[in-house]
């Protein structure tokens, strides 16, 4: 069995990758591009080579992740820490040695969603340069007339031999609807400059990014773009929905100063653990209920951020008495995701709206795709006679009376259906194009309303979907919506 504190961290790891809060363990088809972003960003560090790149794709297809892993790479080769080893009194060679050998490197991370403004955009990479300790102008509450300048004679004044800065630009679409792009501009020119070595990276998921560009910028850009697409082979998607949810040594581990991975807990247990753990969930993929479920999502999207959405509610189940991933769990959280908007929204409809979309799903049916009000209270109007004629559980007086506008039936499930009067049933079928659920077949038709053409925005599964989740649904009409036309 494994302890309570095992379980406690492999939650937590997983749910971190879930909530791309920490990087997958492998990357799965994005091998070439990585190699490339990579590359661009080592030869910016190593030789001082300026450059600029734009990655694009739809969102979730590992672009911020591509730069992230990059990063992450980079800091392991590069980055030294011990300078105080130094002693001050060291000759100007030994000083030189230092120098060329340091191989540190800044990043400053812009996102357009926050910096809306060229001018908030520069104030952020004042303060970021000012935190880094390479600049003071983070400290000054200068225009933006008078910081740009600034800090384009900060930069310009810089050879190869400083230390090189990496501009990451997420959202880089946003940043090219500033007005006169100036920031942009400015930051390519640099680039393109023998100066103090740049590297602009810019991350969007409009992949007509580049379009939005003026002349005078894109004459500034590299031109090199590096695409990501939503992974098209199923085995890879399986891949990377494996990947993060498999445990590795370093999830159950910490990191010391002297970076020396040491085991939170006894390394034999955990050890056990991870095997365990990993061989259920090889095992979990093997499943074939498990298996249709990402099959479904891969056939609808080929997201992997729903995959993540699905495994949160199993991740957060687990426990001491539970430590593994069961297919059960993932097949209740998979009915929760599969939520329909719409479905949810008639969750609550009144019984004459339902029965006037299931006379619509009818006509539908017999392929009358447009139809007006009239068509659809006289489809309504034949069930209500249907229902009197088999004299599904009415009174004998009832019988005798017969059914007439406004009368009412009693169901075997104790509840009346009554047949309203066309005003009535004309108020709710227009809540039901208020609610957009129904729309005029031509946005030019004029004369009654009871007469205007509609089409509904539901297929005949969602109105299925909603007769079964309607808490007060009668049989007869749960039949009736069943009922093939």
Same mark, same amino acid.
């Given at each position: ?34 190699? +490339? ?44 820490s ?18 060329d050998?340091? +191989? ?32 003071e ?51 390519f020119? %640099? ?17 007509d ?8 910028? #894109? ?22 929905c ?36 990993n ?14 479920? %990402? ?28 430590p ?14 599969? %939520? ?6 008639? #969750?609550?409809?009144s ?19 447009t ?13 209500m ?7 599904t ?52 038709? #004029? ?14 599964s ?24």
């Amino acid at each position: 069995m494994a302890s309570e504190e095992l379980v406690s961290l492999a939650k937590t790891a997983i749910s971190a990758r879930l909530a791309e809060r920490s990087l997958p363990v492998a990357l799965v088809g994005l091998e070439e591009q990585y190699k +490339k972003v990579l590359g661009l960003m080592r030869r910016t560090i190593e030789t001082g080579e300026s450059n600029s790149c734009l990655i694009l794709g739809p969102r979730g297809t590992g672009k911020t992740m591509l730069v992230r892993q990059a990063l992450q790479e980079l800091e392991k080769q590069f980055r030294i820490s011990n300078q105080d080893e130094y002693d001050d009194d060291d000759d100007d060679d030994d000083a030189m040695e230092l120098d060329d050998g340091r +191989k540190d490197f800044m990043v400053i991370h812009l996102n357009g969603l926050v910096q809306t403004d060229d001018r908030m955009a520069l104030k952020e990479i004042m303060r970021q340069l000012s935190r880094e300790g390479e600049s003071e102008l983070g400290e000054s509450n200068t225009s933006f007339s008078d910081s740009l300048p600034s800090l384009l004679t900060f930069l310009k004044a810089g050879t190869r031999a400083q230390y090189p800065i990496i501009f990451i630009l997420d959202e880089f679409d946003l940043f090219a609807q500033h007005t006169k792009q100036s920031l942009l501009y400015n930051l390519f020119d %640099v680039a393109q400059s023998a100066e103090w070595p740049i590297a602009v990276i810019g991350v969007t998921c409009r992949m007509d990014a580049l379009e939005l560009l003026e002349k005078r910028v #894109k004459s500034r850009f590299s031109h090199r773009h590096y695409y990501t697409f939503p992974p098209g082979d199923y085995h890879d998607y399986i891949d990377i929905c494996r990947n993060a949810l498999l445990l590795t040594p370093a999830d159950l581990a910490i990191q010391t100063d002297d970076e020396v991975m040491l085991l939170r807990t006894d390394s034999r247990a955990a050890e056990v653990f991870i095997k365990e753990f990993n061989e259920r969930v090889k095992i979990l993929f093997e499943d074939g209920g498990f298996s249709k479920v %990402v099959q479904r999502i891969f056939d609808l999207m080929k997201d992997v951020r729903a995959f993540y959405r699905l495994c949160f509610g199993p991740v957060a189940e687990l426990s001491k008495d539970s430590p593994y991933l069961q297919a059960s769990q993932f097949y209740e959280s998979g009915l929760q995701q599969r %939520v329909d908007n719409k479905t949810e929204l008639l #969750k609550g409809t009144s019984l004459l709206e339902l029965s006037l979309l299931i006379a619509i799903k009818h006509l539908v049916e017999r392929e009358v795709i447009t139809f007006n009000f009239e068509m659809v209270y006289d489809e309504y109007k034949d069930f209500m006679d249907m229902a009197v004629v088999r004299g599904t559980s009415m009174s004998s007086s009832a019988s005798s009376l017969g059914m007439s506008s406004g009368g009412s039936v009693a169901t075997s499930d104790g509840v009346s259906l009554r047949l309203y009067k066309k005003a009535v049933a004309l108020k709710a079928f227009e809540h039901l194009v208020e609610a957009e659920l129904l729309r005029p077949a031509d946005s030019f038709s #004029k004369g009654p309303k009871e007469y205007r053409m509609m089409r509904v925005m539901l297929d005949a599964s969602q109105i299925s979907d909603v007769v079964l989740k309607h808490r007060d649904c009668p049989t007869i009409v749960a039949r009736w919506a069943a009922r093939r036309a």
